[in-house]
């Protein structure tokens, strides 16, 4: 070797290389003729690891020497060079909880494109089931993903896989030949998770736990799409670590412990030490926006041998994608699917802006039901918001919806175009629980699925919309189908429907239908309007138990039909003839100050040939209040709310209500349902200044049905309960829940019967704080500016009591028959007010009553003597809610003072009594628990 020699050789050089990617051994620029550049004796002889070696020889031309002379020769090392056609499998499986680690110690494998010659291909066999972390759907993985193959003589970097089994296909074809690859792979726990939904466990999950020291971090990093947020929901469906101590001062846990992390945040979303939780934690949820991780602390104990007997972990997860794409253009990718803000029912993230893009067929368009709605509610939702928009991009003109609150639209939302955009947006401050919603792509009413009819006095038709079946010649409705008809009749007029044809989807053995259901694909028909309109048929199909012709009369000049079908089996479908016709009942009211009332009968000579008569009123305020209502009394022959009721609706526009009591969103108006036979109701008090009501009752031979109903302006400052026709009911302070306002004189007085007595109950209280008074050297609370005032006939007006503050008052008992209740306020600071519950109580001695029965939808109860209690003393309340209504009885405070010593179960002779009675049918309840603690409550 003669070579122009530098000490850094920076001119003329040799260059010996192993491997295509040229991994350098040595560089020469050695004169051997020169004593200042010896070759040294472990610089003339290489061998490779490789099949290759490479030389590259460069000059810069400006001294020229002899150069250099190698000698070489291809020798086959001690391995044996894998052989001809091969094709050989390992299949590598870890305990539970473990991943695999590969380390690759040598790789020769002929090199070729898109390894087609001789390959070493890695499958990791994903084996992952369970229920996504909201528990809308269950997820399932099993299936093997395969690696980029292998074909080089580099080796490979170090591998950790996500499953706890991979497989080793190593092939090879009849050419070129090499030593072949060399690898370890070992279980451990912890790795990185990329698929969309998945499964993690302990090791040795639910078996046991390793008795070792244990660091596992397990990094969840779900792969999304270009320019979408990474929201990931997590479920701890199982945890049970030891709480033995170990480590006294380490933090967070001196024994082991479990932390979920929100890794882009840094901060611990949740940690779980065992000796810090009451019992087993599990189905606990979390969403995180963007990557997760988990950690799982545990530490050799000098105790149980090898293994901890605890169960360790399970969690699965899920990607909630932030936007994508959705394409219902097919029966083989649906036309209905359902979607939801991501991390739902968990709270959503702040500053997110995710968008949906929905595509389906040229002849169809969207239906969208929100089937759950709970966003920050701002006027004009500016802060977090919901929109619809009619195209594939967002426009001036493209908006269909803006919605936020916390309930969702009463009608479904129609896109009339085949593209459709669904945008959710979040500010920085509140969160709640986000949206769920139902997307279809149905036919439109250009394709005669729904749309408007006029109704007149001659019969018409319509029908659903028909393709041909071209190998049965049948014709038959299409799939996924949200039709909905609003038929209009003139004014003064109602809709008679006529059913004459229904051929519907069969339902097969094993079809699950909803509880309650008959059918599959389904007709709805509605009194009115859907927004705001009763139904009269919710389940009508061929299997539904009707009768054809089946005729229906609504209450007034609209009717709502609408038709859905699901993603399968088609039929011919339904048949319907309409009219107008005159109606029998109902009608226009104006409510006033003065007491008014409505009175209807209808019987069977009346009605010949009928089975079914509807009638609806709409009374209107005159001027700005809202509107008090009262069913006296009730006689329906069939006591099913679902279908001989009377219905109390507020209809009013909320923006055109400018009372203080009036509703702010129209989410906030009331509904009343009665049925049966009863001799009247709770008041029903309007937020808005327009009411309606239906009735619908069976006509039935030898029965009739009545109604009697009472209404007028309320008066919501000064009044006179007469408790003689309403005994025991509930009073509210001006506009309650809202503030009551300033500079009112309000009084309320109530009057019952000779000989029995009023008694109250404060369900909330809230009127401005006392004032504080300084009198002969100590300190007192008077009620000088707001306050309630209590005053009993039969006692002095000095003897009146004052209430103010949010402290809840005793239970008031009068001592005769007359109460009055004066409310003051002044022109400062206002409070919600008061809600109290007031009963007529019959005595039947100092120790013993019985209260009236209450229809009230909520109350209180107290016994009168509260915060003591008469021994040998007996009350009872009834209650008799609305029909169709379930009962809660939320026990706040119970302390009952006759106990056993051995525990806090009541004595023989005290005890507190829930009777329930069904259909004359009893059930007793008497709870085993003489008191509760203060944190504490009871519900039942």
């Known amino acids: ?294 950690k799982l602390v545990s530490n050799k104990t000098y105790s149980g041998g090898d293994k901890k007997l605890v169960r360790g972990f399970k969690i699965t997860w899920a990607l909630n994608r932030c936007g994508g794409e959705f394409n219902l253009n097919s029966l083989k990718t649906g036309y209905s699917t359902s979607f939801y803000s991501p991390g739902y029912p968990l709270e959503y993230h702040d500053e997110l802006d995710c968008s949906w893009k929905f595509k389906t067929n040229p002849d169809r368009v969207f239906s969208v039901k929100i089937k759950k709605l709970d966003i920050e509610n701002e006027e004009d939702c500016q802060l977090d918001k919901l929109e619809i928009h009619d195209g594939g991009i967002e426009t001036n003109t493209s908006l269909v919806g803006k919605y936020c609150g916390h309930s969702p639209p009463n009608t479904r939302i129609y896109v009339m175009n085949s593209t459709m955009l669904v945008r959710f947006v979040t500010d920085h401050s509140v969160s709640h629980s986000g949206f769920l919603m139902e997307v279809t792509a149905t036919l439109g009413p250009e394709a005669g699925c729904g749309g408007t009819l006029d109704a007149t006095g001659d019969w018409k038709i319509f029908s659903t919309p028909v393709v041909n079946n071209t190998q049965t010649g049948i014709a038959h409705y299409q799939s996924d189908m949200r039709c909905g008809w609003n038929i209009k009749g003139g004014q003064n007029t109602i809709i008679e429907l006529k059913l004459t044809k229904m051929k519907t989807e069969k339902p097969t053995e094993g079809t699950i239908l909803q509880r309650g259901k008959k059918c599959i694909d389904f007709m709805a028909i509605y009194d009115g309007y859907k927004a705001y309109s009763p139904l009269i048929e919710s389940d009508l199909c061929e299997h539904s138990g009707i009768t054809l012709p089946k005729i229906i009369h609504t209450s007034n000049r609209i009717a709502h039909v609408y038709f859905e079908s699901d993603h399968s089996i088609e039929d011919e479908g339904f048949t319907m003839e309409y009219r107008a016709t005159s109606p029998t009942c109902g009608g226009w009211l104006r409510a006033t100050r003065e007491k008014q009332t409505i009175t209807y009968a209808v019987t069977k000579e009346a009605k010949e040939g009928q089975t079914f008569e509807r009638c609806r009123w709409v009374i209107a305020a005159n001027e700005q209040a809202p509107i008090w209502i009262r069913i006296t009394s009730i006689k329906f022959p069939i006591s099913n709310c679902e279908e001989d009721y009377v219905e109390v609706r507020d209809v009013g526009l909320v923006q055109e209500c400018e009372h203080p009591g009036c509703a702010l969103r129209h989410d906030q108006r009331k509904t009343m349902r009665e049925c049966g036979v009863k001799g009247g109701s709770a008041p029903f008090v309007s937020n808005t200044l327009a009411v309606q009501i239906s009735t619908a009752t069976q006509i039935i031979e030898d029965s009739s049905a009545t109604l009697n109903v009472e209404y007028y302006l309320l008066d919501s400052c000064n009044r006179t309960v007469d408790a003689r026709f309403l005994p025991s009911s509930r009073l509210t302070s001006p506009h309650f829940p809202r503030p009551y306002g300033h500079n009112h004189s309000c009084e309320t007085t109530i009057q019952v019967p000779d000989k029995k007595r009023i008694f109250l109950v404060f369900r909330s209280f809230d009127i401005e704080h006392p004032s504080t008074l300084y009198n002969e050297g100590s300190l007192g609370m008077v009620c000088e500016h707001d306050y309630l005032m209590i005053n009993d006939a039969n006692k002095k007006e000095s003897e009146a009591i004052k209430h103010c503050g949010v402290m809840i008052p005793h239970p008031f008992m009068s001592e005769g028959s007359i109460l009055s209740l004066f409310l003051q306020t002044d022109e400062s600071v206002v409070g919600e007010g008061y809600d109290i519950s007031y009963y007529t109580a019959d005595v039947i001695d100092d120790k013993s009553f019985i209260f009236s029965t209450t229809s009230e939808l909520q109350g209180a109860l107290q016994q009168p003597e509260y915060p003591e209690y008469n021994t040998s003393s007996s009350y009872k309340w009834f209650i008799h809610p609305s029909a169709g209504h379930k009962c809660k009885f939320t026990i706040d405070e119970l302390d009952l003072n006759v106990r056993h010593k051995s525990d806090d179960k009541c004595g023989e002779n005290e005890k507190l009594t829930l009777i329930l009675t069904l259909n004359d049918e009893k059930a007793e309840s008497t709870l085993d628990s003489c008191s509760l603690s203060e944190e504490s409550h009871l519900v039942m």
């Not at 192993?18 to 050695?30: K, N, Y």
């Not at 051997?32 to 460069?58: G, M, P, Y």
């Not at 929901?233 to 412990?257: E, F, G, H, K, W």
């Open 1 to 294: 070797m003669e070579i122009e020699h530098t000490y850094i050789c920076h001119k003329d050089q040799l260059t010996l290389s192993e491997g295509e990617s040229a991994t350098i051994v040595h560089r020469f620029c050695h004169n051997t003729k020169s004593n200042d550049s010896t070759l040294a004796e472990e610089s003339k002889k290489f061998t490779s690891n490789s099949r290759i070696f490479v030389l590259d020889w460069i000059t810069d031309g400006v001294n020229q020497l002899k150069g250099w002379q190698i000698e070489y020769e291809f020798m086959r090392p001690n391995e044996t060079d894998y052989g001809n056609n091969l094709e050989c499998i390992w299949d590598i499986m870890v305990p539970p909880g473990y991943v695999i680690a590969l380390h690759f110690r040598m790789m020769d494998i002929e090199k070729s494109k898109d390894c087609t010659n001789d390959a070493l291909t890695i499958y990791e066999e994903h084996r992952g089931r369970g229920w996504a972390p909201n528990e809308y759907y269950y997820f399932i993985f099993d299936k093997s993903e395969m690696h980029t193959p292998y074909c080089d003589i580099s080796t490979p970097p170090d591998m950790k896989t996500e499953s706890n089994r991979i497989r080793l296909n190593f092939t090879t074809n009849e050419a070129i030949v090499g030593r072949g690859f060399e690898l370890e792979y070992k279980a451990v726990c912890g790795g990185v998770y990329q698929l969309s939904h998945g499964v993690i466990t302990s090791p040795h999950y639910p078996s046991y736990l390793p008795n070792e020291d244990i660091d596992c971090n397990y990094f969840i990093d779900p792969e999304v799409s270009e320019g979408q947020t990474q929201v990931v929901t997590i479920a701890i469906n199982d945890i049970q670590l030891t709480d033995t101590l170990v480590q006294y001062r380490r933090d967070p846990c001196a024994s082991d412990y479990l932390q979920v992390i929100d890794a882009e945040r840094k901060t611990i979303v949740y940690t779980y030490c065992p000796f810090d939780k009451e019992g087993e934690q599990k189905n606990l949820t979390f969403s995180v926006k963007g990557a997760v991780g988990i």
